[in-house]
């Protein structure tokens, strides 16, 4: 199926498989589910990610990511939950629900992405969206996630940590993390106690959305092909560990 072809349409869940199984790319309604964004093939791995609190699928931050991992060879996809397309619609924001309501929202893209042949899709998502990834992680049986920017504690409160599922998580875990994030720097992220799944990689100098100042010579745009390639040559090593078995 073409980008063409996938825009703006309204599929099935078995269309929608179906379709993902020819590699299509564009954005699409899926019937009972909600909107899916989808850029590049396969070739190296497959990812399910989910946005930040603040920004939907639309945000130059998750655009400029997408289009980064499927240059590298990853096939990005991308869900918003419904406060998010609540949002959009009434021009003003909202803060999310409870965790547990936006886990309910996870489920049946879980499942659609555990139908598809080739490379297991592992769960990633930004800020917000990692955090419930990780959550899903911690009580179900997942490939592995990819947590860009993990909120380890909300700004100016490090007391306040994000970590207390993280013991339960067992599956290979990368972390991409600004060294100045304000929700868990360098210093602070080396500090604590990571399962031995995990994996941190930090990006010089980014902030939250990993931007770097001006000074450092670096933009965000090359931090973000940086974590792409990172996440790629990821995920191509897990399939191929797991082939190898």
Known sequence: MTMAEATSLRLSVDEVIEGLQDEMSGDCEVAGVGPLWVEGAPRRGRLLLAHGAGAGQDSAFMVGLRQAL???????LGIEFDYMQRMRAEGR?????????????????????????????WLGGKSMGGRVMSLRAAREVVPGLVLCGYPFHPPGKPEKTRLDHWPDLRCPTLVLQGTRDPFGTRAEVEAYDLPSAARVHFLEDGEHDWKPRK???????RLIEEAARVIAATLEASAGNEGGD
Request: proline fraction near 14%.
């Open 70 to 76: 499927a240059a590298a060879g990853v096939q990005a």
């Open 93 to 121: 924001r909202r803060p999310p629900p409870r965790v547990e309501k936006l886990l309910e929202e996870l489920r049946p893209w879980c499942d659609i992405v555990s139908r598809l042949s080739g490379p297991p899709c």
């Open 215 to 221: 000074a450092s010579g670096l933009t965000q745009a």
